[in-house]
């Protein structure tokens, strides 16, 4: 089963507060995105080089389409994301597969873009799911430490982030 449903989570548990963008342009938001870190997902087991390409329809949804290599073999599974508000930066996310299809459409909260739209925080309202994502596979280590210091004020569980690069098989 395709284990890279990045954004399937977030479809229940305990409410919460979650601050996010005041505003996402989404056409600046579209293109590629790599993984730098997350916080560990079963959906995600054993994925490394995970990437998630955004394409926005005519309708102002977002096409996704999520990929990753798993035991050297590459993973996808396309999905559509759904603005909630006026903000675009909550998401909702249903991917097109059987499984997922009986579940509800998964939270995508935007919490923070950088002005240059190179490097997002992206999250789960109930702090379960975290992504720390840029256009670039690698960044440098301040610009990694200013997102987890984001995702830690907004109290995501930034001590149990896996980091891309330590994933790939030696």
Same mark, same amino acid.
């Given at each position: 089963?395709?284990?890279?449903?990045?954004?399937?989570?977030?479809?229940?548990?305990?409410?919460?507060?979650?601050?996010?963008?005041?505003?996402?342009?989404?056409?600046?938001?579209?293109?590629?995105?790599?993984?730098?870190?997350?916080?560990?997902?079963?959906?995600?087991?054993?994925?490394?080089?995970?990437?998630?390409?955004?394409?926005?329809?005519?309708?102002?949804?977002?096409?996704?389409?999520?990929?990753?290599?798993?035991?050297? /073999?590459? &993973?996808?599974?396309?999905?559509? =994301?759904?603005?909630? %508000?006026?903000?675009?930066?909550? #998401?909702? @996310?249903?991917? !097109?597969?059987?499984?997922?299809?009986?579940?509800?459409?998964?939270?995508?909260?935007?919490?923070?873009?950088?002005?240059?739209?190179?490097?997002?925080?992206?999250?789960?309202?109930?702090?379960?799911?975290?992504?720390?994502?840029?256009?670039?596979?690698?960044?440098?280590?301040? /610009?990694? &430490?200013?997102?987890?210091?984001? =995702?830690?004020?907004? %109290?995501?569980?930034?001590?149990? #982030?896996? @980091?891309?690069? !330590?994933?790939?098989?030696?």
């Amino acid at each position: 089963m395709m284990m890279l449903a990045t954004l399937l989570p977030g479809c229940g548990g305990k409410p919460a507060d979650l601050p996010v963008m005041e505003q996402v342009d989404l056409a600046r938001y579209t293109g590629l995105w790599y993984e730098i870190a997350r916080l560990p997902a079963f959906f995600q087991r054993g994925c490394y080089d995970a990437t998630a390409l955004y394409t926005l329809n005519n309708d102002g949804t977002l096409a996704v389409l999520n990929r990753c290599l798993q035991q050297g /073999d590459s &993973r996808e599974i396309e999905g559509t =994301a759904t603005s909630m %508000d006026d903000t675009h930066a909550r #998401l909702k @996310v249903r991917f !097109d597969s059987w499984l997922t299809r009986l579940l509800p459409a998964g939270d995508y909260w935007i919490v923070h873009v950088d002005a240059d739209y190179q490097r997002a925080v992206v999250g789960t309202p109930d702090r379960d799911y975290l992504w720390l994502l840029a256009r670039t596979p690698e960044i440098s280590n301040s /610009d990694y &430490r200013h997102m987890v210091e984001i =995702a830690a004020g907004l %109290d995501f569980p930034v001590d149990e #982030l896996v @980091v891309n690069r !330590d994933l790939r098989p030696q």
